[in-house]
């Protein structure tokens, strides 16, 4: 479980916050989504996680225990966080990036045990990355090496997972494959915390969504009590319909054409 | 890259068994050339007198020199190649081999006269550059940013030259000569005394690197992923950073300037199939022993009677190899 209270961020020599003052917390079983346009700080929560910026005023708790009182390695066996974006410096195989997902588990210099191999086992028929572990990372494609890494993240084994876009580079048949992954995670008992600019998937998989807009919460509930066309037209200055999807009864957004003039916003 | 244990027994036993052979080749061939038996009785004291001191006093220590230079180089480039996330970091890019020639240059121009003063200055030199890299770094960025620590180490190197052109302008001609014969590199000239304060140090140096070569492996996919995985990212930076650069610092005081070994041949190593950096250490430090002794075996030979620097004859060897490389990158 990861609950955010109150949280404030500030980047070095920036006048606003990043997060004003964000609450929101991700229960164990149920999938949380972070949605809310580029630039609301929805990537800024996952590196205050990780405490790769400093946290203002407010708490993040993993599993009960304040993150930045937590040892990185004890953090790290809490939750398995896959981030944004990731270029491995030199090529390596599959199978070995995967087992990287134990190094939050080693000791100094112990042995590689057979709970590890077990791990990265499970791991890899989970994220269904079979057919990839004997190729090396440069022979790759986008989505093939997001799959990785989420295999890399689940042989963490973590009671719960953080993942910033994991979708981004995916075709639909993977893209998918992630969310049913996620899906079953949380119903395995998992607390799944998820980044995503997906907002109709994210309707159909998400038990609760959090909108963020400009580093404060603007809506927060299940899909329903956020997929709404006012509050998301304000949010993403862009004019939009909200239906229900006539296949799956969730509900779905449509942005419309022939707006001009929209504004500015920042981007990453 | 890897946790696990990785196999290659032929990868190790080729290593070891062309590092023995150049060893004993080293040794072997000079002025007065010796048969490989004729080595191993001399390094056990057997034999004729001056067969003893040759092999003992003059060579051995030679070739144990530039074995040690050798592993201390390519070891610090494969640890800063992982944590700078940069196949072109080597250790003289951190201001270190700029800061050891000052070092060494003031101690030259000054007039140093015993043996054991220029090392000393040299790695007195080399430590000041790479604390003042870092005090650069992170001054400007607050955090060990990798590409902060190697463009400030690029700047201390830019500024350690320019000292030592302005140094060496108006020095007189045999000084200028010492001072620049010492940044070719060399081995000649080895003492046991220096050697085994230099095994010393590049052992206790190789195995505190090694002791973070987990932690390196996961530096190497990028920040936030090796925070995701449990890494104190500044801090394991900044400590294989400092213990690197204190390696090659050493290795420049003993030898002065060996360019391109720190930058090859991990690569070479890399390219054999090794990835996790534990492994990756352990093969440079053989291949690196090997090429230094090879390369310090063609400076002396190649054109008898003189010497050519080693430095000149590690970048000679380094050419065609980043020739290939790109070829095969291309």
Redesign the interface.
Known sequence: MIVFESLVVRY?RAKTPAVRGVSLAALAGRVTAVVGPNGSGKSTLV?AL???VTIESGTISVSGADARTL???????RV???????????P??V???V??????H?H??A??TEG??AAVERAIVEAGVGDLVERSSDELSGGEWQRV?IAR?LA?EAPALVLDEPTTFLDIAHEMAVFELLHRLARKGTAVLLVSHQLNLVARFADEIVLLHRGAVAAAGSPLDVMRGDVLEQVYEWPLVVTRDPAVGAPSLVPLRGHRGARDTPSH | MTLRRGGRPLLWLGLSVALVALAVAGIAIGTIALSPGAVWAALLGRGDATTITVVRDLRAPRVALAALVGAGLAMSGAALQGILRNPLAEPYLLGVSGGAAVGAVLAVVAGATSAGLVPLAAFAGAVLAVSVAMVVARAVGGRADPRLLLMAGVVVGAFANAAIMIVLANAPADTLRNATWWMMGSVAGAEWSGVRWLALYIAAGGLLLVARARDVDVLSLGEDSAAALGVRVEQSTRAVYLIAALVAAATVSAAGLVGFVGLMVPHLVRAAGVRSHRSLLAGSAIAGAGLVIGADLLARTLLPPAELPLGAVTALLGVPFFLARLRTLA
């Open positions: 070095p590196r990780l405490g790769r040892a990185p390695r004890e953090l790290a066996r398995a966080v896959v981030p944004q974006r990731e270029t491995p410096a030199f390596a195989p199978r070995d990036l087992a990287l997902g134990r190094h939050p080693a100094g210099l042995r590689w590890d191999e890494r993240a963490q």
